[in-house]
């Protein structure tokens, strides 16, 4: 046995000591990179929810701001005084209690530096209709590209305020909504919201004076630890959304795996060539993960790509798949899917040879999104097509929709442009539920026909008038939805505008070309909503009837 005062007997003690050291070395560092792996990931997932928490938000913000345009769009067709009868009957589908949409609404005109409420249904408003604060809010509507969003508390409730401005004709639409009493969200109920806790702050501060909507007892917020955040466009303003994970997002392997590496560490440290080898193969599983994790997001997205060219085909297979052939005109039709989100809305098109020298047209489009709204798409669609084959007129045909079409039931609005026409004369007759107004191309004349426009269907039951238009030789008449000229960052009469300047660049184009380029112009990079067109062109040469107002060669009635 070696003396301990020997040269080299204490080499086993140091031999030892060196071997602990490295072992705790070794264990610390792989702990630490798995634990750093494990962080990264669950960063990237917790992004990955927030963002599709906040698409969620984004079409729910649509759905509560589209009656808004629709009633602007209505009052604009009345006339400078409006029409207090239809704004109240559109707006009453949209009211009630702590679920409906809106608890009040009430219709404005600008006169001077002032502002007149013309009409007002549901709940006592939360600004007093007097005082100078509506003013204020009413003044910033007007000067506003957008809707413009206010806090309004009303005892020990919050509401949210919206008015939505005609800078054109004066008219300003302003509603009221409740915000839960529990403060939960009602977009909280997609599966988007179910891995994580969420707090909605309006505008960029995250304080407690700005928090609209939470899962969290306010007492315990500001969500803290790992965290991530996003702003969605809300009117003139934002909402701040703030999440954090309910649990782990990733695999239980990779969230254990730092504390099976100190304890393997620990308990093998003796053995530097297990510890080592232990190591590799960890290290090899977590990247095995990693890898497992990015297959799995990407087939997630191929799913979500499949998902929406399901409903892409859907919608195509419910639309005309061959136009019918009209006697001296040429026709063209496009349907193009929005670029964002991966439902579809219930745009459609259909024209139909109704007997005789006649036949029948409808460009229409449903509120909402998704399967339901494709189905209530089908049903307008086959509804308008049967009136109109059994010789009703569009007027006709657009009353009796009305009594069979209820938003309280159905939950969706329609819009829809309905006409007859005649090939040998180019007459054509046309009613309008609500629906973006058709543009009349001929020669050097490019503008929109100026004709009543009726409630949508699904408001109650109404009545309509009808417009009579001759096309003279190569005219051109063309029928879309509003998603050619809609944006969420302007107004409407800006994206008319544009399309009013796009047919004119364009208005020399053969039919089949003319659609896809003014779709173009008009979409760039991408419309965020459904688009469906239809186009009309008298090919032959004709006499002309008369002139309208404006001295363009057509003639124009109101039947």
């Known amino acids: 046995m070696r003396n301990p005062t020997e040269p080299g007997a204490g080499w086993p003690i140091r031999t030892g000591a060196l071997v602990v050291l490295i072992g705790l070395v070794l264990t610390a560092v792989s702990s630490w990179a798995a634990y750093r792996a494990d962080r990264s990931t669950e960063e990237r997932l917790l992004e990955t929810q927030t963002r599709q928490a906040a698409a969620v938000l984004s079409s729910a913000i649509l759905v509560i701001e589209q009656p808004l345009t629709t009633a602007l769009r209505v009052q604009a067709e009345a006339g400078p005084g409006g029409n207090r009868a239809v704004f109240r009957r559109t707006m009453a589908v949209y009211l009630g209690d702590e679920t409906a949409l809106y608890v009040s609404a009430s219709l404005w005109r600008q006169d001077g530096d002032r502002f007149t409420r013309l009409a007002a249904v549901g709940k006592a408003p939360g600004m007093d209709p007097a005082g100078g604060e509506v003013q204020d809010f009413l003044d910033r509507a007007v000067a506003s590209r957008t809707s413009v969003v206010e806090r309004v508390e009303v005892g020990d409730r919050t509401r949210f305020a919206y008015a939505l401005a005609d800078p054109e004709t004066g008219f300003v639409v302003k509603v009221e909504r409740l915000l839960p009493a529990n403060r939960r969200a009602p977009v909280d109920r997609d599966s988007a919201y179910a891995q994580i806790h969420y707090a909605i702050y309006l505008g960029e501060e995250t ?31 934002v909402l701040t959304v703030v999440t954090e994970p309910k649990g782990h997002l990733g695999s239980p392997l990779s969230r254990w795996l730092p504390l099976i590496l100190v304890a393997s560490g620990l308990l093998l440290t003796v053995a530097t060539a297990l510890i080592a080898r232990k190591v590799v193969s960890t290290g090899i599983r977590a990247q095995d993960d990693s890898a497992t994790i990015s297959t799995l997001y990407e087939r997630i997205n191929g799913l979500y790509e499949e998902q929406r060219e399901t409903f892409v085909r859907l919608q195509r297979a419910l639309l005309p798949h061959v136009l019918p052939d009209i006697p001296d005109h040429e026709i063209a039709s496009a349907y193009v899917a929005g670029s964002e989100g991966v439902e579809i809305g219930g745009d459609w098109y259909s024209i139909i040879d109704v007997g005789e020298d006649h036949f029948g047209f409808v460009v229409g489009d449903v509120s909402g999104r998704g399967v339901d709204a494709v189905a209530e798409m089908a049903r307008a669609r086959f509804t308008l097509r049967a009136y109109l084959v059994d010789g009703d007129s569009p007027a006709e045909a657009l009353a009796k929709c009305s009594r069979q079409f209820d938003v309280t039931v159905d939950g969706h609005i329609v819009t829809a442009v309905v006409g007859r026409g005649t090939w040998r004369t180019g007459e054509l007759v046309i009613a309008n539920a609500g629906h ?84 173009e112009d008009m979409s760039g990079d991408g419309a965020p909503d459904d688009i469906a067109m239809l186009a009309l062109r008298r090919a032959v040469e004709v006499g002309v009837v008369g002139t309208d107002a404006g001295g363009d060669p057509a003639a124009v009635t109101v039947s």
């Open 207 to 237: 304080s407690v004076e700005a928090l609209t909507t939470t899962d969290q007892d306010p007492a315990d917020l500001p969500l803290d630890g790992l965290t991530s955040s996003v702003t969605v466009p809300f009117g003139d303003t």
């Open 436 to 519: 973006p107004l058709p543009l009349l191309l001929d020669g050097d004349h490019c503008r929109f026909l100026t004709m009543p426009i009726g409630p949508p269907l699904g408001v109650g039951p109404s009545s309509y008038e009808a417009t009579t238009v001759t096309l003279p030789a190569g005219a051109t008449f063309l029928a879309y939805t509003d998603g050619l000229v809609e944006r969420r960052d302007e107004d409407i009469d800006t994206g008319m505008d544009r399309l009013l300047a796009a047919a004119r660049r364009h208005r020399d184009l053969a039919v089949d070309d003319l659609l896809p380029s003014i779709r």
